[in-house]
């Protein structure tokens, strides 16, 4: 910069072959008095450098320009110091005049000195040499070092918490994985996972998305074993009270004859559907992934009626429940598998019974395209916040009924069923006097 600077003052860097001795010159030197400390021109004595060409210098440098003979042209010092390294002939300027760079440590009575030669330029042409001093302080080698040390230290802190906090976001989410594992293996098959979204390992993630996929998978299979369990026990309860209450009867003499030979008959029956029943319940996950085996055949949906109600007033419980059907024509047929049906229409009674019904009605109608058969009932109806969870397995709503309506697996059942011979229930509409089911087959 000091070279560039001086160059591009062309009236103070005037080449000569001899120095002038005019004494108003700034940059006169005489041969015969030696510069010193005390007659060295500073900066503001040379007042005819403009200042914004000049760079400024720091604290402890000094400037010495030579011509290309070896004169001292210039000198400027801002080195607060005693004594400095001042040169009267420039070392090895041969070597700088070359276009070289010379870097060389002097030794002083003041101290070390650290110099540096470079070659300045005019006209593209080397016009002469210039050389910087700075001196060595070596005092403050120990508070560089000590800097030194003070920084690698605080780069290691830095770097060590990095690490950390890298890290645990890494064995974070393992930990909990771990913990999830031996939940699963305790029989906990919905362990706390955390969420994989805000997960940034993708890996990681994705081992988070598996893992909850195996443990849904599980759970579902523990749900689909004890429903199977329960589901036996809730849908055979019912073909087993008709069939005692029937065979009572007859061993009591209570029916006699032909209507002896009639609930004989309607035990057979029952006997027989029961044993259909375990086979579809042995066979629940298929149920629920619609799969049921049916045997669909035309079923006359007026005689079916008459010996559902019949069978359900055999249950003592059920004897005081008015039942009445209303079929659009005799001849009504509906396509479908008989013992579903029956199953049904049977838990669809039971269930208005349990809720108090003293009436229910079946309302059976078809269109060119549907068969429609809705169940209304007088009793006490459903909570509105309950009537969305009614076809959900276990769902028996109110704690105080859970013991008059069973596991809660009647409707979930009759969905199924219903699903698997092509048609649909649902819960048509409910009040504190009543509810309607209706349920609709496609019309074949």
């Given at each position: 910069m000091m070279s560039d600077s001086f160059s591009k003052i062309d009236e103070l860097l005037q080449i000569k072959s001899t120095i002038s001795t005019s004494p108003s010159n700034p940059l006169e030197k005489t041969p015969t008095a030696p510069e010193t400390p005390e007659n060295i021109p500073l900066q503001e004595s040379v007042p005819s450098i403009p200042s914004e060409l000049v760079p400024s210098i720091p604290d402890g440098y000094q400037f010495q320009i030579f011509n290309i003979s070896g004169e001292k042209i210039y000198f400027f010092s801002n080195a607060h110091v005693d004594t400095g390294t001042?040169?009267?002939?420039?070392?090895?300027?041969?070597?700088v005049l070359s276009g070289k760079k010379i870097r060389e440590q002097v030794?002083?009575?003041?101290?070390?000195?650290?110099?540096?030669?470079?070659?300045?330029?005019?006209?593209?042409?080397?016009?002469?040499?210039?050389?910087?001093?700075?001196?060595l302080n070596e005092g403050r080698l120990p508070q560089i070092y000590g800097l030194i040390v003070l920084a690698f230290g605080l780069i290691s802190l830095c770097g060590w918490a990095v690490v950390f906090?890298?890290?645990?976001?890494?064995?974070r989410p393992l930990i909990q994985l771990a913990s999830a594992a031996k939940q699963v293996f305790s029989g906990n098959y919905q362990p706390y996972l955390p969420d994989p979204g805000l997960v940034k390992e993708a890996e990681i993630s994705g081992l988070i998305q598996s893992f909850h996929e195996m443990t849904e998978r599980l759970n579902q299979l523990e749900r689909m074993r004890t429903d199977l369990l329960a589901g036996v026990s809730h849908e055979l309860r019912t073909p087993v009270t008709s069939i005692r209450g029937m065979l009572q009867?007859?061993?009591?003499?209570?029916?006699?004859?032909?209507?002896?030979?009639?609930?004989?008959?309607?035990?057979?029956?029952?006997a027989k559907r029961m044993q259909e029943m375990v086979n579809d319940l042995l066979n629940f996950s298929s149920m629920e992934s619609g799969e049921t085996h049916t045997e669909k055949s035309q079923v006359l949906l007026g005689p079916l009626l008459e010996e559902i109600i019949?069978?359900?007033?055999?249950i003592p419980e059920y004897k005081s429940v008015q039942v009445e059907f209303d079929v659009q024509h005799s001849d009504?047929?509906?396509?479908?598998?008989?013992?579903?049906?029956?199953?049904?229409?049977?838990?669809?009674?039971?269930?208005s019974a349990v809720a108090a019904a003293t009436h229910i009605k079946i309302n059976a109608r078809t269109n060119q395209s549907l068969i429609t058969i809705d169940f209304s009932d007088n009793g006490n109806g459903i909570a509105s916040a309950e009537a969305p969870f009614i076809f959900e397995r276990y769902y028996r709503g109110n704690s105080r009924r859970?013991?008059?309506?069973?596991?809660?697996?009647?409707?979930?059942?009759?969905?199924?069923?219903?699903?698997?011979?092509?048609?649909?229930i649902e819960l048509q509409q409910t009040a504190s006097?009543?509810?309607?089911?209706?349920?609709?087959?496609p019309n074949k």
């Open positions: 001042y040169i009267e002939s420039p070392p090895r300027q041969n070597e030794e002083t009575q003041s101290g070390k000195w650290l110099r540096v030669g470079v070659p300045f330029y005019k006209n593209n042409l080397i016009s002469g040499t210039l050389y910087m001093t700075a001196q906090v890298l890290s645990r976001s890494l064995t009867a007859i061993q009591e003499g209570v029916v006699t004859g032909n209507k002896a030979n009639e609930f004989m008959n309607i035990g057979l029956n029952e019949q069978q359900f007033h055999t009504l047929v509906c396509m479908c598998d008989r013992s579903h049906l029956k199953q049904i229409f049977l838990n669809l009674l039971s269930n859970k013991k008059k309506q069973g596991l809660g697996l009647g409707l979930p059942i009759c969905r199924l069923l219903t699903q698997a011979n092509g048609g649909t006097t009543g509810t309607v089911f209706r349920i609709t087959f």
